[in-house]
């Protein structure tokens, strides 16, 4: 033993408890001899726990086995979790909890240092806040939501939109963001509380990744037009480019033709000469040709090179590809070191579209027509309130706005410290949602205005939602606002910042379910990030061709859609029947400190399952085949997009099937169902001191991995190479560790190995001998 080990073997005054004290009784009487421990100690509550440094002095291969006994007995501490640090000793699974320094204060939160070192923590007080509102606040938020309130009944709309905000939004909202601050774990394997269940977090994982392949190619768009806004004209402000067609609405004016020759099919003459269109109306139904603005032609004909449907899908596009790959690259130089990179960057991601959206705002109010625009936008139709699609809009808006069930938010909020104010933190960020889509409505709908009073038309024949709206309506308004360039500049990089929370939150997610399931390749997490950013940035290439447009809309539909209702529903369901939601709302007591209101338990036991399960069986019931615009899927392309959503959302049968097969602590089916929807030992706070003041449950194990560093063997102790291959064990010192309901018939002559040992347990017995 070194010197600095002797010096640490000594006795303090601040030990918890010393040689000869006589709150420790002799519990070494009749034990059954349990190898590689000479003085072994029942752990008969859950309370108790045992010194490492048996375990290190056992492990010296120079000592012979029948002398190998400490200097003092094997002791355990009557105070819960209390456990005197032994220098060089390293415990994987809880690797900050003998490290961390305790406070007088014990919710004092310290930021700069890392309370959980192993997995790392917000290094600000206002990263978590801002990356959570930037991930809520997305383009939807933009260029959803102002369409849905004017199609919905105006100001009326506001009504249905936060009432569903309050009885499934913030609720949702909340109790995904305690699940992840509570148990320090992502959306892999937060679902310790019950394993059954683990398929709902691989869902989540999987549409978090179908998700950030498309939204990043909206970003590339984006990344277009801001590079092509650098100029002295856009090029989409005229008709006389190689793009453009002979129905390019500049070369098809509207005119009064009050000295013309009007013709029946609404075109004027004038001296024999074509001057313009007097009724579009009458020359589209003649012709069956319609005018087209610049602004959309440059779309479809330049941007995206738009083919005919799915059927012509065509090569990538040389232009949209280097887009794409630069918008992949931003992402991987935010992400390079996780949370503490994308900490950071969100503090101008998450602020500069507000900052634009203010100027846009002052700017639109301006403009001649924007009172027109705004009056369609708030005025109400009380008479809409009685329509349920007004309801089951303002529900999907609300549910996908705040970016429930995604993964995200357990994401996120599993780097907090463990007493974070989160309650404070939901309500921040679903307010600063909501009124983020109220204002965004009133700077869009002012361009609207001033583009209906621009074309002659009324404000419902340009008011459009989606990609439309920030690629063809908007771009077409900037084109008479003095210096043009300056205001797309402005706002495709608004665009760009709204959209890179989002992406940051749902790469950070995958990442995040990568790292927790593997962690021996934490270390290597630039690695992984990067073989992520490579893989999806491959897997988008289809994106870029002329077909990639149709594409993106179906994955939108599919992957994205319904199926995050089904895992919301699965979500709510776990925690509040599963897991026991007064349980839940005493682990969420636990971290805040006070007692939740009653609201919260109405709204996750009847409220919010209830209204997932009224939208689920309205988004069937109104279901429609795919279109976008004039174009309607084919029947195959309906079923690729069934395909793809039926990929994430079977990840939860099949998850529960196999963990089914593969429990075999039960013979019978519904005893194994009943074991796997039971807390593990390991569930709970990653932290020993936090795990402490988890008083309220029975048999609740402190510390369950320093447990395990109690039971060491001769076979690890003197044979290093049989170590590494089997575990020889007896059944007492197995039952030991498991629970009742673990507890198996292990005989003297079987054998297994360390990797089966530590499926069983959950921990790696490796880490410890």
Known sequence: MSSEDEHDDKWTDDDDVKPGDDRIPNRTANLPDLVGIDNPVILSGRHRSVSNDTVNEADSESTPVNSRRNSRDIITSMDPGVYRPKRGYSRTPSRGTMMTEETTDSRKQIFGVDENEERGNWSGRFDFLLSLLGYAVGLGNVWR???????????????????????????LFFMEACLGQFCSSGPMTCWRFAPLFKGVGIAMVIVSAGTSMYYNMILAWAYFYMFASFTSELPWQGCNNFWNSKDCSLKLPLVKCGE???????????????????????????????????????????????????????????ELVLCLLLAWFVCFLCLIKGIKTTGKVVYFTAIFPYVVLIILFFRGVTLDGAGKGVYYYIVPE????????????????????????????????????????????SVIVSLGDTLTCIFAGFVIFSYLGFMADKLNVEVKDVAKDGAGLAFVVYPEAVTSLPPPPLWSILFFFMLITLGLDSQFAMLETVLTGVLDQFPHLRPKKTLVIMCICICFFLLGLPLTAPGGMYLLQLM???????????????????????????????????????????????????????????????????????????????????????????????????????????????????????????????WGPALVKHRRLVTYVEGWVVDPWEELATYVNKAFASDKTKSQSTLWTSEPVISSYFSPRRKKDFSDTESYTATEASERTGVSFESYV
């Open 382 to 425: 009380w008479g809409r309130l009685l329509d349920a699609r007004v309801w089951k809009d303002a529900a999907v808006q609300i549910f996908f706005s705040m970016s429930i069930a995604g993964g995200g938010l357990v994401t996120l909020s599993s780097y907090n410290r463990f007493h974070n104010n989160i309650l404070k933190d």
């Open 556 to 682: 939108d539909n599919y992957v994205g859609g319904w199926t995050l209702l089904i895992i919301g529903l699965f979500e709510n369901i776990c925690v509040a029947y599963v897991y026991g939601v007064n349980r839940f709302l005493k682990d969420i007591e636990t971290m805040l400190g006070f007692r939740m209101i009653m609201w919260w338990k109405i709204c996750w036991w009847v409220i919010s399952p209830l209204t997932l399960v009224a939208l689920f069986i309205f988004t069937f019931v109104d279901y429609s085949p795919s279109e976008y615009g004039d174009y309607k899927y084919p029947g195959w392309a309906d079923a690729l997009g069934w395909v793809m959503a039926f990929l994430s959302v079977l990840a939860i049968p099949i998850t529960m099937l196999y963990k089914i097969s593969r429990e075999d602590d039960e013979d019978s089916f519904v005893e194994k169902i009943k074991l796997l929807v039971t807390p593990t030992r390991e």
């Open 145 to 171: 939501f102002p369409y849905l309130c004017y199609r919905n009944g105006g100001g009326a709309f506001l009504i249905p939109f936060v009432v569903m905000m309050v009885i499934i939004g913030v609720p």
């Open 260 to 318: 013309g020759e009007k013709l029946l099919n609404g075109t004027c003459l004038v001296n024999g000469l074509f001057k313009g269109l007097w009724n579009d109306s009458l020359f589209t139904n003649a012709t069956g040709r319609k005018r087209i603005s610049p602004a959309e032609e440059y779309f479809n004909n330049r941007a995206l090179g738009l083919s005919s449907g799915l059927e012509e899908f065509g090569q990538p596009r040389w």
